[in-house]
């Protein structure tokens, strides 16, 4: 709310857990606006229904409830939809983030956008809801555009907004020795043994150990203490409780957890943790709603540092003698290629030979046709075709029994890994073209969640060789496996996505189709012929006969029925 009223600040982000005050905050601004800074304002909701019952049961109730704005107010009806209130000097629109018309055609001095993660990423056919709200703003120079919202990942609009402001945490000092520190899940304890949520909560059996002297924070010392906290941005200090070396910046941006929450004890807060368990959606709704941080549960994380494990002593393209097979994967850019070339072994084993970028279908062609790996050819090509797709069928009917192009799909039902489809068909009869390539659609799920398990499989059957490109190992990081709630029917999935916005990942797609191509070929049925040496036994006439009088003896002493 300061910021609200510091001349300098242009936007102000709120990512924060539920029930920690973002609304009341958005109140408080828009009664400042009223009374002391009039100026048009947009108020932003998610949907078209909370509009309306966000301006009867929240904002009307506030504002009203104080005489001061209330004598401000122009006496003007609002509409039957309750879209506008009047007050001197200023009109608030309240807006749907999924109506355009709302967002449109209103320039105003201040924009609130509230729930943020809620927005569709674009209202009707328009772009981005807050981009279309924020475009309102820009004949102001003394605008001011808030926004507060739980997030839900690292995908989600509020996070976004978050890595772009000054980003501040709320820092307090420790009651016993009073050093600052901010209030985080690793120091919140509990008696190990204790697995029952109601007897931490009913019995109180959680306490907060400080960082720094190691002793118990009580629930009465943590409230006590957010009296004197301060915000601290991230790329600051705090000494001597005041901060040091804060960025100059416009965009503030402020994280609050239910740890600073006056509503929730340390033992509630314990109780819903073990409660949660392992169980995806439970701790989403734990880590979104109660730390106010993006979810991201994922599999076996890995890095460069981890990959760099799998580096092996032999050099780029020179395939070790394990080889039989090589497949490629090609990822299709705007003017470019990047491509994986992987060689195949028994018992499914595989080793990087090269991975590089070539601009011309020409350069393409020629590392299809290059036998200078050990005397092998690349057997089985898989290669992007959602980009520049008429060009890759072309490439994909000169070379039809190596070449495949696909198309990546994120899930195929019964995880099947691949369905195949001709890409021509005739034009009278509709049945496929005898000379029409086929088009391999991919499980991408299923191939990311396969090249994860080989790249941390133990023992090692997946390996780099000695000088690799330091961008290939980036790219091969840059995605991970996340589970995305499903807010309309409940539960959710496992999907993967890039770590942060952007970030570049072609070497993995390229990996990811290498491995399909593999697939295609059944390499996984490569089996190691091992000579059998048979003994011949020699027989004589000597040796059976001795054989016939030992059986026919046996015979003769046998007893029951096969002598009677």
Known sequence: MNSFADPDVEEITMMCSAQVGKTATLLNICGYAIDQAPGDMILVQPKDDEVVKFSTKRLQPTLFASQTILDRHSGRKSDAKNKELGFAGMTIHLASSKSPSDLAGKPCR????????????????????????????????????????????????????????????????????????????????????????????????????????????????????????????????????????????????????????????????????????????????????????????????????????????????????????????????????????????????????????????????????????????????CIDSNYRTDEVYEFAMQFMDVVRPVRGLESIGGGIPYQTSRIRKDFFSGRNLPYSPTLWKLNTQFYKDKLSRLIHADPVAWWIHQDPAEDYLVQMCNEHKTFVPDRKKGGGKWVWVPRYHGAPNHFWDAEVYALAAADILEVASMKEEVPIRRRKKKKTRETNSRTRRGREKWIRQGKGWING
């Open 110 to 381: 201040y924009v609130l956008a509230d729930e943020l993660d809620k927005y569709p990423a674009f209202s009707g056919r328009d772009g981005s809801p807050l981009d279309l709200a924020r475009d309102r703003t820009i004949t102001f120079r003394n605008r001011k555009i808030f926004k507060s919202s739980t997030p839900t990942t690292k995908d989600g609009a509020i996070w976004k907004e978050w890595e772009a402001s000054t980003r501040e945490h709320y820092w307090i000092p420790c009651p016993h020795c009073g050093k600052y520190q901010t209030l985080r899940m690793d120091r919140l304890k509990w008696p190990k043994d204790e697995r029952n949520p109601a007897k931490i909560r009913t019995k109180n059996l959680a306490f907060y150990l400080c960082e720094h002297c190691e002793k118990d924070i009580s629930d009465r010392e943590r409230l006590a203490a957010l009296k004197h906290g301060v915000w601290v941005p991230e790329d600051a200090v705090l000494k001597n409780g005041k901060v040091v070396g804060a960025p100059d910046s416009s965009h503030r941006g402020f994280h609050l957890s239910v740890f600073y929450s006056p509503w929730r004890s340390l033992s509630e807060i314990a109780a819903k943790r073990v409660a949660a368990g392992r169980d995806p959606a439970k701790l989403f709704v734990f880590v979104t709603q109660w730390l106010g941080e993006p979810f991201e549960e994922k599999t076996e994380k890995t890095t460069t540092t981890f990959l760099k494990t799998r580096v092996a002593n032999y050099k780029q393209g020179h395939p070790p003698a394990g080889v039989k097979i090589i497949t490629a994967g090609v990822d299709v850019q705007k003017d470019y290629f990047l491509y994986a070339l992987r060689g195949w072994g028994y018992d499914f084993s595989s080793w990087l030979i090269q991975a590089g970028r070539i601009n011309t279908w020409g350069a393409l062609e020629d590392l299809l046709l290059k036998e200078a790996w050990g005397g092998l050819q690349i057997s089985g090509m």
